[in-house]
């Protein structure tokens, strides 16, 4: 792989409008991905294996749980910090990006909202040091789009509860010490448990032959006849809400990831554009690579204010799900679209492992799946100017 | 040993250059600022010997409110303190006359700053910095070590290196070497979060004199097309017809 010239693009000066401390965490998310994760993530991608190396780093540059209270480990930020970590991680790789969302927003924001205290002692520390990693079972292979239908379930034996289903593409789920786990109780009402490696009965098998997130470890969730303690049930909320709640955060964090893959491929193309001659000129000086380019960071330029007002609003509290949906399918979106045609402006070198574009592009097409489908989100703001639900039966 | 680091704040080296005012000043629209790598060689030697010899850090700036990015990174790096002169850094001398009230209320060992920075390339401050205070001076430093009160630093040379023994106080012009740019260091979220805490006193500047000021810039003129030769004898032949170079 090509050494990592990457400069970012901020075509409206948004600089101007972060504060210092968010230019500092971004700038230290920016030098570390640099200098630990651009020299290495191409040859971890292409093997399939998850650079583990990197846990330590992840966890110094605050990756973890950012927006955690600094008594539980974390380090008391704001939901913008948060998405300029995501969104830097992200420009090195969407794998490594949805190893840091996934701890950060689906395994400690779950045990710190709706978590007692013991268990927020208990965790909260350890993820947020990356001595503890965690995996979050929603999805199951009969449902994805519908996870209220889920069938993993727990019964009450008294002074435990008996876990049995199965959950499927976890991330993280091959090595995590923990897992935030959504089941059914007797009478059907979902509830969240904390299941640790060891416990009798909890496998964790992984999903080889991936075409997408190949630096991330991904697989399944097996539950059978796991006896989870009773301390280990999250009380402060049940329902599907409460799975969603944490969707809606880690949703905030890939709106802000999307834009990062985006400015990596835009940046990769345009230094491309102007070095490769034909014809006598760089092709950056021919209009259909112009337009390529314009449009490029026009939708960048677009996707950033979109995060960065998203950000207030998630800052003061009053970021709605379907305000969160909008963000994360039109960033999503825009960076897929970014890799495309940043690819073609490559030609031939841009399916190379040289550069990351067809990585970022492979890696893209997980994203705008996962967290929600692409199909998915627009039918949320649907629902949300319309009054009617598209997507229930 | 109490350290004083000076740092300047300048362009990253990737910045488009422009100027304003009639080619008269650099114009800082969308211009990312970092703190001046000679300098940072010189922070991050000093963490060194806060961190194996107790050392307190302090670092110094002369500059305006927008300096405040580039030393509360050096905060978040470890500096214990910082001190930003409240005064636009236009003219080496003027500077120099500024850190050296700030190190003489300070009550400073070892003061490091950057041989030159990157942006103006004046090279002055550390020298004038030096004979303002009376203190002994290593310019070009590759290598310093501290014991007591004694010092001992490498200079690069032409061809090599030299050795010298010095005692403190001391003003080093620090370079490359100090430390390897392996060895820097980038805040982690606990420094950027203690960074937070630490104090950075704004001081008004005291009256000194400006011996300099810039009439204008002028940037390089732009590169030609490039032409492809295929032999030798085509190359020869342009380099002395066209270019009149040889």
């Given amino acids: 792989m090509r050494p990592d010239l990457f400069e970012a693009p901020d075509y409206y000066n948004l600089d101007d409008l972060f504060s210092e401390e968010h230019l500092l965490v971004r700038d230290a998310a920016r030098q570390w991905v640099k200098r630990d994760v651009s020299p290495i993530i191409e040859e971890y991608a292409q093997k399939a294996e998850f650079p583990r190396q990197i846990i330590g780093g992840l ?40 190893t840091a969302s996934v701890q950060s927003s689906l395994v400690m924001y779950p045990i710190y909202t709706y978590g007692n205290e013991a268990q927020r002692k208990k965790y ?26 889920m069938e ?18 976890i991330s993280n789920s091959p090595f995590c010490d923990v897992a935030v786990v959504w089941a059914k109780n007797e009478e059907g009402r979902i509830h ?109 330029t677009k996707a950033q204010l979109l995060a960065f007002r998203l950000g207030q609003l998630k800052n003061e509290g009053k970021a709605t799900t379907a305000q969160i949906s909008m963000a994360k399918r039109n960033n999503v979106e825009m960076a897929i679209k970014t890799a495309r045609e940043a690819r073609q402006i490559l030609g031939g070198m841009g399916i190379t492992g040289e550069y990351s574009i067809m990585r970022h ?16 989100h627009l039918l949320i703001t649907g629902m949300d100017i319309t009054g009617h639900a598209a997507f229930k039966g | 040993m109490k350290i004083l680091v000076c740092i300047s ?16 000043k650099f114009d800082t629209n969308g211009v990312q600022f970092v703190i001046n790598p000679n300098d940072e060689f010189g922070l991050t030697r000093a963490m060194w010997f806060k961190e194996k010899q107790g050392a307190t850090v302090h670092v110094a700036n002369v500059g305006g409110p927008t300096t405040e990015p580039t030393i509360r990174k050096a905060l978040a790096i470890g500096a214990d303190e910082a001190i930003r002169v409240n005064a636009e850094p236009t003219d080496g001398f003027f500077v120099a006359q500024q850190l050296a009230e700030v190190v003489k209320n300070g009550g400073y060992d070892l003061v490091i700053a950057g041989r030159e920075s990157i942006d103006y390339n004046g ?47 001391l003003v080093i012009g620090g370079q490359k070497g100090l430390v390897e740019e392996s060895d820097l260091r980038i805040p982690n979220m606990r420094g950027i979060m203690m960074a937070r805490k630490k104090a950075l006193n704004v001081i008004e500047p005291v009256d ?21 030769v295929d032999n030798v004898d085509d190359l020869i032949n342009l380099l002395h017809n066209e270019a009149k170079a040889i």
């Avoid at chain 1, 002074?159 to 499927?168: I, P």
């Avoid at chain 1, 705008?368 to 692409?374: A, D, F, K, R």
């Avoid at chain 2, 000194?208 to 492809?228: H, R």
């Fill in chain 1, 59 to 98: 966890a110094e540059i605050g990756a973890f749980g950012p927006y955690i209270p600094e008594e539980y480990g974390g380090a008391g930020l704001d939901q913008i910090s948060y998405g300029l970590i995501m969104q830097e991680i992200e420009r090195g790789d969407s794998g490594v990006r949805s």
């Fill in chain 1, 124 to 149: 909260l520390p350890k993820l947020a040091s990356g001595e503890w990693m965690g995996s979050f079972g929603l999805t199951e292979p009969n449902h994805g789009s519908n996870p209220g239908g």
């Fill in chain 1, 152 to 169: 993993t379930k727990f019964k009450d034996m008294g002074d435990h509860y008996l876990l049995n289903g199965a959950k499927l593409w």
């Fill in chain 1, 192 to 300: 969240g448990l904390i299941v640790e490696r060891g416990m009798e009965g909890f496998s964790t098998p992984e999903t080889h032959n991936k075409w997408s997130l190949r630096a991330s470890a991904t697989g399944e969730l097996i539950f059978q006849d796991v006896k989870v303690p009773k301390e280990n049930l999250l009380e402060g909320k049940s329902g599907l809400g409460a799975p969603l709640g944490c969707l809606d955060s880690a949703r905030y964090g890939i709106s802000w990831g999307a834009i990062g893959a985006a400015m990596d491929c835009y940046d990769t193309a345009l230094r491309y554009a102007k070095e490769r001659i034909q014809f006598g000129k760089p092709i950056a000086a021919f209009q259909l690579q112009q337009k390529k380019l314009a449009e490029m960071i026009t939708e960048i």
């Fill in chain 1, 361 to 376: 592009m492979m890696n893209l097409e997980s994203v705008i799946t996962y967290e929600g489908t692409h199909d998915i």
């Fill in chain 2, 9 to 24: 704040n300048v362009p990253d080296t990737t910045s488009k250059i422009n100027f304003t005012d009639g080619d008269t």
């Fill in chain 2, 123 to 169: 090279g002055m401050v550390p020298g004038i910095l030096a004979t303002l205070l009376d203190m002994n001076f290593v310019n070009t430093c590759i290598s310093l070590e501290v014991d007591g009160n004694n010092a001992t630093a490498m200079r690069e040379i032409d061809g090599g290196k030299e050795k010298i023994s010095t005692s403190l106080p």
């Fill in chain 2, 208 to 228: 000194a004199a400006k011996a300099t000021q810039d009439a204008k810039f002028e940037k390089p003129a732009a590169k030609g097309a490039v032409k492809l």
